[in-house]
């Protein structure tokens, strides 16, 4: 029976959980998530979780910021005014900026009468994470 090396084409269904328990994301009732294991896709925790597994094969994997989102930057976290947003801005939302020549998208976290807190960090970042991780294919 083969077992997935770095550089095969994989397919899997996930189901991405916070350490709750709680799920933020999973390939149930959808297309299976194809990628290059070991490959800069997805988040390292993902990719190289594959590695060595054989089809069939399930596992849980426990990521840590490091190998998922990233640690959270408090650099990218700002308080803007609410004159400067949006008509009707609400907590949740994702925006874009134009910040020098780039485009930047980030999540508005608080509103209160006069200001709006953004932050540009991945809704992830700092979290750690556990996939239930089921390989379907290997060189799909």
């Known amino acids: ?5 770095a550089g095969d084409k ?3 269904n996930y189901t991405g959980k916070y350490e709750s328990g709680e799920i933020f994301d999973s390939s149930q009732g959808r ?3 194809a990628f290059t294991a070991g ?5 390292p925790g993902v990719s190289n979780a594959v590695i060595g597994m054989s089809v069939g ?3 849980t994997v426990t990521i840590a ?7 959270h930057n408090p650099e990218l976290t700002q308080r803007v005014e ?22 930047v998208s980030f999540w508005v ?10 932050d540009a960090n991945h809704p992830l970042a700092g979290k750690v994470l556990v996939f239930d991780i089921e390989l379907l294919a290997i060189g799909a």
Do not use: H
């Open 10 to 12: 994989v397919q899997i």
């Open 1 to 5: 029976m083969s077992t997935v090396m």
């Open 57 to 59: 094969q399930s596992k």
């Open 31 to 33: 297309e299976p998530l």
């Open 65 to 71: 910021p490091e190998d998922g989102y990233g640690p």
């Open 109 to 118: 976290t608080e509103v209160d009468a006069d200001f709006a807190t953004v």
């Open 39 to 43: 490959g800069p896709e997805l988040i």
């Open 82 to 103: 609410l004159a400067r947003m949006p008509p009707n801005v609400q907590v949740g939302m994702q925006l874009q900026a134009q910040i020098q020549d780039q485009m």
